[in-house]
């Protein structure tokens, strides 16, 4: 359903003369085999769609959300398959943790007080241990696929940190609620800067006009992460 909705979107779109290219993830898999299983039904609904619609093509990406830590592992086997990558932090951060979400406020305060954790990894990304599941799924994906696009999707996405750590390791986005952008594009901007003051001038002289390599993105939009079927 939510798969013909994203598509018969774009072709509506494309039909008014304007362009389109919903990407549409798919949430919560742990195997390339699952991807490939639920990315079939993407495969079977779209020449649907451009009959119903009358238009020979749709461009359309077709990822996943890597959100379990075998994903992560996997990234490679499942970048063959998967055209993007956005890494669900919240998520990430629970089943790396084994917290559950439902209960951190019974104890997690109480931990930081403690000083058995240092911060709530839900508020600011876990970089020593979430964030190496990330960076290796980044490497793992990219290396398997090229220019893979990749981000994270989370309220991860717009604490400063967090965000820093996301151009550290290469992403090409971070995602975010609306009041976290401005946040987050400031963020952004200072860690192009953090780097170019740790370049030798020499090289730093090329990156003078550089740029975030981290886009902000709101996720008030709809995304299709739960294009289950």
């Known amino acids: 359903m939510q798969i013909r909705a994203i598509l018969e979107g774009a072709a509506e779109l494309i039909k008014e003369g304007k362009k389109a290219l919903p990407e549409i993830m798919i949430p919560v898999v742990c195997d390339v085999a699952e991807f490939k299983n639920q990315a079939s039904l ?15 093509k749709i461009p359309y990406m077709v990822g996943t959300m890597i959100e379990i830590p ?6 490679d086997k499942i970048a063959e398959e998967a055209e993007f990558f956005s890494f669900g932090t919240n998520d990430l951060t629970q089943m790396t943790y084994g917290f559950s979400r439902d209960d951190i406020g019974a104890f997690v305060p109480e931990y930081v007080e403690k000083k058995i954790i240092p911060v709530d990894p839900f508020q600011i990304l876990d970089q020593e241990g979430v964030g190496q599941l990330i960076q290796l799924g980044v490497e793992r994906g990219r290396k ?47 860690a192009v800067v953090n780097e170019k003051k740790s370049l030798p001038k020499s090289k730093a002289k090329t990156k003078v006009a550089a740029k975030p390599k981290v886009k902000v993105k709101t996720n008030a939009k709809a995304k299709a992460k739960k294009s289950r079927k």
């Not at 075998?70 to 990234?75: S, V």
């Open 144 to 190: 398997a696929r090229p220019g893979l696009k990749v981000g994270i999707c989370g309220e991860h996405g717009g604490e400063p940190s967090s965000v820093m750590f996301c151009h550290r390791v290469g992403m090409d986005y971070v995602s975010c609620s609306p009041y976290r952008i401005p946040i987050a594009r400031l963020a952004a901007a200072q």
């Open 42 to 56: 993407v495969k079977k609904i779209y020449p649907e769609v451009l009959a119903k619609y009358g238009l020979k």
């Open 70 to 75: 075998r994903a992560a592992l996997l990234a």
